[in-house]
């Protein structure tokens, strides 16, 4: 049903900036939110930003400040813009989307992933 493609990842420098892409196909309708994670070398993949069918958005505390997810409908696209990158920003990300599933259990849908580096 649901198909999620990340794209916009690459190599930068420290400081610099990057804009992620998260394109979604399928039911919208089965979907209630969505939302980047990250996984780095060595490290458990962790949660980044999530924003909601309403437009509500969260952060994560290491990204607060430099990170922004947003979305455009008319696009299927979701977006994250990454500023004041810092090496320890390196990791692979992830997009994903959760939505209602039978009896109140939560579906989740993930992409590939993309690689996004951070070094000088």
């Known amino acids: 049903q649901v198909q999620l493609e990340e794209s916009g990842g690459g190599l930068v420098q420290p400081g610099g900036s990057l804009r992620l892409s998260c394109a979604f196909s399928?039911?919208?309708?089965?979907?209630?939110?969505m939302g980047w994670y990250r996984q780095a070398p060595g490290k458990e993949r962790e949660w980044v930003a999530i924003?909601?069918?309403?437009?509500?958005?969260t952060y994560a505390d290491p990204i607060k400040g430099r990170f922004t997810i947003s979305r455009d409908n008319a696009k299927n696209t979701v977006y994250l813009q990454m500023n004041s990158l810092k090496p320890e920003d390196t990791a692979v990300y992830y997009c994903?989307?959760?939505?209602?599933?039978?009896?109140?259990?939560?579906?989740?849908?993930w992409g590939q992933g993309t690689q996004v580096t951070v070094s000088s």
């Open positions: 924003i909601t069918s309403g437009g509500g958005t």
């Open positions: 994903n989307a959760f939505g209602p599933g039978a009896r109140g259990v939560t579906n989740d849908y």
């Open positions: 399928g039911n919208r309708f089965s979907i209630t939110g």
